[in-house]
């Protein structure tokens, strides 16, 4: 029985690193598209850039916890939209932090990164949950019971 234990703390640890490189990849990708989309976010070298994405998982590991719950009702009033407005937050001042080679011109710009970021947290995510409920599916044979499709 303990050997069957020591496997699940290693897949902890693995999708502990896994998330790392997923919310670094993602929002490296985010910045990149921003970037190609407007003027007002431009990096000059691939070290500043990758420097930034990392600054931003730091940030998001340090400060965002802080800041979502002192914006709680706020971003309940807004229904979630308001996690954009700190997310922008954090590339902005991410942004700021780093002396020369990233050129975040305003805020605006920032929240547009920080929206295209989001889209493609959310298309992940979305991908990722029909994969598993499909998986699911095929390996029990069985149909989940949240998947309701009757009209109560």
Known sequence: MEENNKPSKVKHTKRLELNFWKSCTLNA???????????SISFSNIFY?????????FMNWILKP?????A??????TMGIGILFINALIIYVSASLIPEGIEV??????LWASFLVS?????????RSERIVVFKE????????????SDV
């Open 66 to 70: 802080i800041l979502v719950l002192f």
């Open 138 to 149: 095929r390996v029990s044979g069985v149909k989940d019971n949240n998947d309701n499709d």
């Open 72 to 77: 709680l009702p706020f971003i309940i009033f």
């Open 119 to 127: 889209v493609l947290w959310w298309s992940v995510e979305m991908f």
């Open 105 to 110: 011109a305003s805020y605006w710009s920032a």
């Open 49 to 57: 850039f990758l420097a930034l994405v990392v600054m931003i998982w």
């Open 29 to 39: 990708l985010g910045l990149l598209i921003a970037s190609l989309t407007t003027s």
